[in-house]
């Protein structure tokens, strides 16, 4: 069942998806050379005591942080440690989340730690998140799951990958309904697999969390022995990005970004729905 929200609930979410964007800003400004992936977790436990929120991977399936820290090869789900710190030239993808009143906010961004990153890297957080905002702008009314998962697939397959080949798509995670629960339905593949169907239709109150991940090499993860990080099987580095977002009757609204994503859906002809936090 998806749970369809009420504009009172979308606000709330809102609430939640600022916090979260918030964690993004003084984590982003902390990944630099030398910090270590626990150092970025204790960041992001002082922004949410800040806004008094609460963390929603803390605790998550026995999660034992406050946000997943992957590190180059790492796709998802890799756990702050004192022992992974950041050199210069790595990437990382930060993903977080927040609870405000019971109600979820979920988000991820790519960052590139120092300087001197390879022309492909770039392109490849470039391409990952161009894919994330193409899926953003097919979240329209009338339109079906599905199309989501086309507009993410169509953008990664359109761009050229520098060296030729083809960026992996990953297979085994994607995005997913979010609401009371951070992860709801419903599922939410970044490709368009016939033996799925259409998926249901996009209606007001309809919530995603759209998030695609991607690789410079193979769209296959294995899981290390802790049972949490994900990691490409050929070694590729990859890119993760996320948004959390609410459709409305006047369009859609970022919940988790800053500007509701104003900016980035203008590029693609889309009007955002009104913010209901604005003062």
């Known amino acids: 069942m998806v749970q369809i929200k009420t504009p009172e609930q979308i606000a709330k979410m809102r609430a939640a998806g600022l916090v979260v964007a918030a964690i993004h800003a003084a984590t982003r400004e902390a990944a630099v050379p030398g ?5 970025l977790d204790e960041v992001a436990r002082k922004v949410l ?7 929603n991977f803390l605790g998550y399936g026995g999660f034992p942080a406050t946000i997943c820290t992957s590190v180059n090869d790492v796709v998802v789900h890799g756990i702050p440690s004192e022992d992974v710190v950041l050199k210069d030239g790595d990437i990382i ?3 977080c989340g927040a609870i405000v009143d019971g109600w979820h906010g979920d988000a991820a961004y790519t960052a590139f730690v120092g300087s001197g990153h390879a022309p492909e890297l770039v392109e490849l957080s470039r391409v ?7 899926g953003i702008a097919a979240m329209k009314l009338g339109n ?5 998962s086309r507009a993410i697939e169509t953008y990664i397959r359109r761009q050229p990958k520098p060296g030729g080949g083809r960026y992996g798509i990953i297979e085994d995670y994607g995005g997913h309904g979010i609401g009371t629960e951070m992860h709801m339905d419903p599922h939410l593949l970044n490709y368009v697999e016939r033996r799925r169907g259409k998926g249901p239709k996009l209606v007001p109150g309809f919530c995603l969390a759209i998030e695609p991940m991607v690789s410079l090499g193979t769209p296959r993860t294995e899981v290390l022995e802790d049972d949490w990080t994900v990691i490409t099987t050929d ?20 919940l988790t ?3 509701g994503g104003k900016a980035k859906l203008a590029e693609f002809g889309i009007t955002t729905a009104p913010d209901p936090l604005a003062q």
């Not at 910090?35 to 150092?39: E, H, L, V």
């Not at 079906?144 to 989501?148: A, K, M, N, W």
């Open 128 to 134: 990952t998140e161009g894919s994330m905002w193409a």
């Open 49 to 55: 005591a800040e806004h008094g929120a609460k963390s």
């Open 35 to 39: 910090a270590s992936t626990k150092d």
């Open 93 to 95: 993808s930060i993903d």
């Open 235 to 254: 070694g590729t580095w990859s890119s993760h990005w996320e948004h959390s977002v609410a459709l409305t009757e006047e369009g859609p609204l970022v």
């Open 257 to 259: 970004a800053v500007d």
């Open 144 to 148: 079906r799951l599905v199309d989501i």
